[in-house]
């Protein structure tokens, strides 16, 4: 199946500062990626969908000047956390839609603030 | 509004079936999945099925689409232990030029050896 790689799986960053979060495509061009956010042993809460070339569609609650997002290209998409705080923690996942429309998912970034 | 809803835990014994439901609310649906998320990790696809079919078979997975009742199973045929983890039933939903998928809630699939 196609391969989404998300990078890092791990990051522990000070309060304040910036997190970056790449999610890429490596075998296939995805228009659409999606941004997720996993709090313990609950499901997945989409945060907002990325579409290359377009500003990024923000679920309702999600506060799009923290959470921004970049879908430069078909292959690549960003999340970065900015000024992080303790309750940002969380396990950020991200998908990419293939061309039928299957949903493929990243490993997952795991994000500790202190 | 989109809604998926699942069962939160299901306990069965190794060798035996598991059958995972899953409801969802919004008929425009077109693709509807199945994820299995293991502890710590990430999440793998495991299947998925076309709005317009009923039933798709995949080795020992089963996925049964009943869209008059907007109801999803997935039977695990002679569990293994290998097989416990968080299973996600998911649908794709037509946006503004873009599909949206959204997540059930999970359920945990406990194997007994």
């Known amino acids: 199946g196609a391969v989404v790689s998300q990078h890092p799986s791990r990051v522990i960053c000070k309060s304040g500062t910036s997190v970056k979060i790449e999610c890429r495509s490596l075998?296939?061009?995805?228009?659409?990626m999606f941004w997720y956010r996993q709090f313990p042993k609950q499901s997945l809460m989409l945060m907002a969908t990325?579409?290359?070339?377009?500003?990024?569609?923000?679920e309702q609650g999600v506060e799009k000047d923290k959470f921004l997002i970049n879908h430069a290209s078909l292959t690549l998409s960003t999340l970065t956390v900015t000024s992080a705080h303790p309750e940002d923690s969380s396990f950020y996942i991200c998908?990419?839609?293939?061309?039928?429309?299957?949903?493929?998912f990243g490993q997952g970034t795991r994000l500790t603030v202190v | 509004g989109e809604d998926v809803e699942q069962s939160l835990f299901l306990s069965v014994r190794e060798g035996d079936s598991s059958v995972i439901n899953c409801t969802y609310t919004?008929?425009?649906?077109?693709?509807l999945y199945w994820y299995k998320q293991e502890p710590g990790a990430g999440l793998q696809l495991l299947t998925y099925?076309?709005?317009?079919?009923d039933m798709k078979q995949d080795q020992r997975l089963t996925v049964l689409l009943n869209k008059k009742d907007k109801h999803l199973s997935l039977r695990i045929a002679d569990t293994q232990t290998g097989d416990s983890a968080i299973y996600f039933c998911?649908?794709?939903?037509?946006?503004?030029?873009?599909?949206?998928?959204?997540f059930g809630t999970g359920t945990k699939l406990q194997v007994i050896p």
């Open positions: 099925i076309f709005s317009n079919m």
């Open positions: 998908s990419a839609l293939g061309q039928g429309y299957e949903a493929f």
């Open positions: 998911a649908e794709s939903i037509p946006g503004r030029g873009y599909q949206k998928v959204t």
């Open positions: 075998d296939f061009q995805a228009t659409t």
């Open positions: 990325s579409n290359e070339g377009s500003k990024a569609t923000y």
């Open positions: 919004d008929s425009s649906s077109t693709y």
